[in-house]
């Protein structure tokens, strides 16, 4: 790995914390998970290690709380500059542990560092406010400062970006941030440390705390009194057990958790970018995401016509090693990724679904799958309900607007949905109708720093990019002055 890099040293295997370069009494394996080879041996942090960064962390933040917008925005600044100028490296690394194919990785990249410009930009911007007093002689001003430690935990499916949008609103707002990226990609990260060195980020400032044991982190992350703030992105499953373990310090929480996306193709469609739309909406990342399209609802008088199309597209795509070229799917995460998918079409198989594309698991060697479009799929199989996390396109059937409202509604999540429709009526009364934080309305993707990314049910709290971003990392704080 480390000969395909330009920069070698972005290859790093210590935590990062208070500025200084950290071993454990352990390490733990990363593996690749196309060939499945292990392929680096991180740190493993103990549990006093990771109080010892939130230690660390709490001495740094006063004092980075104290630097104006815009010195911050410089240091933010370079660290984006650093990250597109090792875009390639970074997009290697990441491909290397996380699977993905090299571009969607150097694009991600691109994603994560536009986080770090957006913030950057809007460290300048926090603005207060002051209100008429309610009495002649008060006088009424509220502050917007920093909430503190920031504490945030991060899974495998976006190394980079994930990080990336909780670390730079951090930032920019004057918290400090400690971060404990997933097991199985922890590379991308420490590579994300190497350049905030770099840049000037001081010590204890931004930590990476590299550990093979999730649940510790998090009970430290959630008990120690110095952390402010905690950021998880990852399954409702695990943010529900956070939220609880938060709520004996009332700590203020973030949480993107997982999703059951909607994707509708209306009889008026414009069925070619419908299906230009499905193919990145449900494959990006081996459909990996939490904003992929999980389940797709299609109008009957358009359902074969779409299908078919879909699974002429489908038919081209080249599953593969992510550093080969020409590979537009790479292997999933691990073995249990792999089984989740092939759970699901076995489940819909059995009980009436049939493939119209693809293979699922067989023939395929390792993690990785054949992507498959099932049809004749109904609300009583485990694709309705479930997060299938995989290369597995469901098409269901249905004939009525406010039926497929109701299908679509009938989940506990509530994070990403998507339609195509033309009509100016119907696209107006479905996207309200939608119960989700995000409908993308005749597109597939809905990513971008500059727009609120979250869900709203159990598919979240708080939202990440866009003003709104920062806000998640600020007290407000009101003074009342009698003059
Ligand atoms: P995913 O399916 O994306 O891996 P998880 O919610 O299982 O979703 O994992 C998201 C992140 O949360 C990962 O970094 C994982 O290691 C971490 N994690 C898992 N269990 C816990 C826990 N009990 N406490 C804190 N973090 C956890």
Redesign the pocket.
Known sequence: LQSLLKDPSLLETRAYVNGEWTTGDKTFDVSNPARLDVIAQVADLSREQVGAAIDAAYVAQKDWSSWTGKERAAVLRKWFDLMMENQDDLGIIMTAEQGKPLAEAKGEVAYGASFIEFFAEEAKRIYGETIPGHQRDKRITVLKQPIGVAAS?????FPNAMIARKAAPALAAGCSFVG????ETPLSAIAMAVLAERAGIPAGVFNIVTSSS??E???E?CENQKVRKLT????T???R??MR?AADNVLKCSMELGGNAPFIVFDDADLDAAVDGAIICKFRNNGQTCVCANRIYVQAGVYDAFAEKLAARVATMKVGDGLADGTDLGPLINAEASDKVVEHIDDALAKGGQILQGTGKDGMDGNFIAPTIVTGVTQEMKVATEET?GPLAPLFKFEDEDDVIAMANDTIFGLASYFYAKDLSRVYKVAEALEYGIVGVNTGIISTEVAPFGGIKQSGLGREGSHHGIEDFLELKYICMTV
């Open positions: 935990i991060t899974p495998w499916n404990r990226p997933a097991t999730a649940s982190v998090g009970k992350f998880f992105t990852g399954s499953e695990v943010g057990i956070l373990q996390f």
